[in-house]
């Protein structure tokens, strides 16, 4: 008997803008393949789907769901997940890759209406398909979003921050008020696929602080060799490597936010000495955090890291 293909479980890190943490993806190379794929894979922030025409599948772990045109999708940063259309079909897709806490937290605070156990679930376990005619509200909010982000007037960042807020506001009603274990309590099909999300959130949380490979690896009930294995297999790069990494992206949004002295910056994301945070900032970026965020002060619009997810449709 021959023996069942692995199921492959890609990670795909959107570095968005530090300054405003969104990306629109849309267009007619947004169609999607009706062929299934046996590639899971899962981001570092939150995707919302608009399906635009047709149907098919989306896979989370071992569940299958069935979406249709005029469907929402949200996928927390942690779910594993694929998408293909119905046979003979392509179906046409916007995608908004956010992250929602960066995004709000500096002009709306969201512990003043979300507790943080609400707010981590939606933004990393939370995965649903929602009809878009059962819910109008959060399809007329997310059609103004991709309408402001396409246009761009002056002032429009202002303008997508608030139209997030109400969305949401009306998401977290839809997530209280349904019956998916998804938002209660992961299955666990989907544990055993994505068993390192104990230590991603881990390092997402105290990635200013020392902590070693067994404080990451116990956190995932695992052994530090099997860990790192793991690790090593699913994101493309091994732990200390993703959290210097993680530390650096955080520094980037602090040189090119703040005044704040390089040495201080340096120890605020983790760093114990400044020979060792200039050394991994080239490494990263090319350049030293100095010339960096000289080099930032006179470019707008831009992320000091390239995009390394997906761009284009998986074939």
Known sequence: MARQKNTVIEYRDYNLPTYFPILLLTGEVWRISDIPSNRLHFHNCIEIGLCESDGGFMKF???MRAFNAGDI???GSNVV?????SPGTASKWTYIFVDLEELLAPYFPLNLFLDPVTLNSIARSYYTILPGYEHPELRMLLNEVVKEMQEKKENYQYSVRGLFLSFLVHLTEVYKSA????A???SPARDKQLVIAPALDYIHTNYMQ???ID???HACEMSPTHFRRMFQSIMGTNPLDYLNNYRITKASMLLRSTEIPVLTISEEVGFRSV???NRHFADITGTSPLKWRKQMSFIENKSVLKYTGWMVPEK
């Open 73 to 75: 999708t949200i996928v």
């Open 184 to 186: 209660k309590e992961p």
């Open 179 to 182: 019956e998916e274990p998804a």
């Open 81 to 85: 997940h694929t998408t293909y259309s």
């Open 215 to 217: 404080d990451l690896a």
């Open 275 to 277: 020979s060792s945070f």
């Open 61 to 63: 772990g071992e569940e």
């Open 210 to 212: 020392d902590f070693t």
